[in-house]
């Protein structure tokens, strides 16, 4: 009986070691590398603005294939708008979910944004309304992106906000036909600062959408940035890059856009989506 009452004093305080050696090692690396705590791979918040519906939607899937991020700016009156933002969203994550590999994101991203297009038509019937949308897919230390509508995506690299996507807005349009020299200078500037979305989810003779090409190579320390109009229309991009500069957690970023935005003095504030992603997760 004592033999046994030994072995068991023996495995608790075996265990107690083992324990208080335990904590005593993680308090010394939390002392020796206060830095290594691993960072968020991504984070995104919202605003309603002043509509009483959030009709964004943000959605993140991560597989074997990698990361899918989508974001959708829903278009329409009561909850139609936030009907089509979740279907489309769905139904690009659906796409994307029985990957394993994906070698060809162009072909994902033009199929899953037909098949939205086509779920938001038949979900809304009669109604008016449909989504902007834009995808990001992100393999290894590579970025793909797709958008219809006004999403915008951009890239934070040493200190800059580097934007990527144009979107389907009348100012990008002008830009584009006077790159193309269909479009005079006059006309062009008198386009400026026009954000009607002239190609969204859900409408009447939806166009091709617009692609990343090359895809963007990414490097360590890189954030991507997609952001809805609600968020941009608020917080200029100056504002933006000196958030993404501060000392916070990507987290905390995106909570303090959504406070800068929310304390814009503006009558008809629309929903904001902001998110971001740490490269190469």
Not at 161 to 183: C, D, F, N, V, W
Not at 184 to 202: A, F, H
Not at 229 to 247: A, F, K, P, Q
Request: charged share 25%; with cysteine; hydrophobic share 40%.
């Amino acid at each position: 009986m004592t033999i046994i009452i030994m072995i068991k004093w023996i495995i608790l305080t075996g265990l107690a070691s083992l324990f208080l050696l335990l904590l005593v090692l993680r308090i010394w690396i939390t002392l020796k590398y206060p830095e290594s705590k691993q960072e968020e791979e991504w984070a995104y918040n919202q605003t309603t603005g002043n509509k009483e519906i959030q009709a964004d939607c943000v959605q993140i899937y991560k597989n074997r294939a990698g990361t899918m991020a989508v974001m959708a700016d829903g278009i329409g009156r009561e909850n139609t708008g936030a009907i089509s933002a979740r279907v489309a969203t769905d139904a690009v994550l659906d796409a994307f979910e029985p990957y394993h590999v994906l070698e060809n994101p162009e072909y994902l991203f033009r199929t899953a944004f037909i098949d939205a297009h086509n779920k938001v038509q038949i979900t809304i019937g009669d109604r008016r309304g449909g989504a902007c949308m834009g995808a990001a897919f992100i393999k290894g230390k590579t970025l793909y992106y797709a958008i219809a509508g006004n999403i915008r995506i951009a890239l934070f690299r040493n200190g800059e906000l580097i934007p990527l996507s144009k979107g389907h807005t009348m100012e990008a349009l002008a830009r584009e036909a006077y790159r193309e020299g269909q479009l005079s200078r006059q006309n062009t500037i008198w386009s400026l600062g026009d954000n009607q979305v002239w190609n969204y989810l859900g409408m009447d003779g939806f166009h091709d959408i617009e692609i990343s090409k090359p895809p963007v190579a990414l490097r360590a320390g890189d954030l991507i940035l997609m952001a809805s109009r609600g968020i941009y229309d608020e917080v200029s991009w100056t504002e933006m890059e000196e958030i993404l500069n501060e000392d916070m957690t990507i987290r905390d970023k995106t909570e303090r856009m959504i406070q800068e935005t929310e304390k814009a003095d503006t009558q008809e504030k629309e929903n904001g989506s902001i998110l971001l992603i740490a490269a190469g997760t």
